[in-house]
């Protein structure tokens, strides 16, 4: 008996140091915010910076590093808002054949929180961040809203779900032009612009999910998302077209041309003599 409540003790003894642990290095841990503005317009945007490291190996993954901000409305009505991770990048055009433009990051990555708010008065709120590691959270942040000559944000209409509105209850119609697919950025901001600059107010943008346009709901698959227009793939043999999931490697070049793989999974070389698989070890 003796030993029985000296096993419960030690046991619970260790658990509660795990649990007083865990609670020490989220308190340890606190996410700096830097709020753009201390006053904005109502429906303007007020951009959070959140400077925190997350334990996580995919940042963009909110089951491995949940980042977010915690607002109170001046109403009391409780907001979240998702933060993303950030990466500042800079851009150069470059004349190699057919226009292109070369990307570096700039600084270390980071991760960031946009609002607009809807109501007049103060704004008061915290940064929370749920990883691995346990909790981090910032300092209280406030930040007052101003009121605006801005009609809002543009939804379904509440009178007659037919058609679109602001939030005053101003009609909105559409303006602008289908500019589809971004094959250069330059071009498509300078289209915008221009468009912008004698009243449009929409464009449509094809955010596809090929390795051509924005692609930013593309394949999981680093062939699948390549920005090259000649990728070094060939649909299967025994596949329909070139949107299958399943790709060949292409060789080409001279007699004895080779690659090195390190594939996780079987992957299929076509050689003139058709489609060979090839296993890894």
């Not at 602008?176 to 950025?185: C, I, M, P, R, T």
């Not at 077209?241 to 001279?254: D, P, V, Y």
């Amino acid at each position: 008996m003796r030993d029985r409540t000296g096993g419960t003790r030690a046991i619970f003894g260790i658990a509660a140091t795990l649990i007083v642990a865990a609670w020490a290095m989220g308190a340890e841990r606190r996410i700096e915010v830097d709020v753009s503005v201390r006053q904005v317009a109502r429906y303007a945007k007020v951009e959070m910076t959140l400077r925190v490291e997350a334990a996580c190996q995919n940042p963009y993954d909110p089951d491995e590093a949940d980042v977010r901000v915690e607002l109170t409305s001046p109403s009391g009505r409780k907001l979240t808002v998702p933060a993303f991770h950030y990466q500042d990048f800079e851009r150069r055009a470059l004349r190699r054949g057919n226009s292109s433009k070369w990307l570096y990051p700039v600084g270390a990555p980071t991760w960031k929180a946009r609002f607009a708010p809807t109501e007049v008065g103060t704004y008061k709120g915290v940064a929370v961040l749920a990883d691995r590691l346990g909790w981090a959270q910032s300092q209280p942040i406030t930040f007052e809203c101003a009121p605006s000559a801005s009609r809002g944000f543009v939804r379904v209409a509440s009178g007659d779900r037919r058609y679109l509105a602001f939030d005053d209850g101003t009609p909105f119609f559409a303006i602008g032009q289908n500019v589809a697919f971004v094959y250069n950025s330059y071009a498509t901001i300078e289209k915008v612009r221009k468009l912008g600059g004698n009243g449009a107010n929409f464009a449509r943008v094809w955010a596809c999910a090929e390795d051509w346009a924005m692609a930013i709901e593309a394949r999981k698959s680093a062939w699948g998302r390549s920005w090259a227009w000649d990728p070094p793939i060939v649909a299967m043999p025994d596949r329909g077209g070139f949107h299958s999931s399943k790709l060949c490697l292409k060789l080409s070049g001279e007699a004895g041309v080779r690659i090195t793989l390190s594939p996780s999974h079987p992957v299929s070389l076509r050689t003139s003599g058709g489609c060979r698989r090839w296993h890894s070890g």
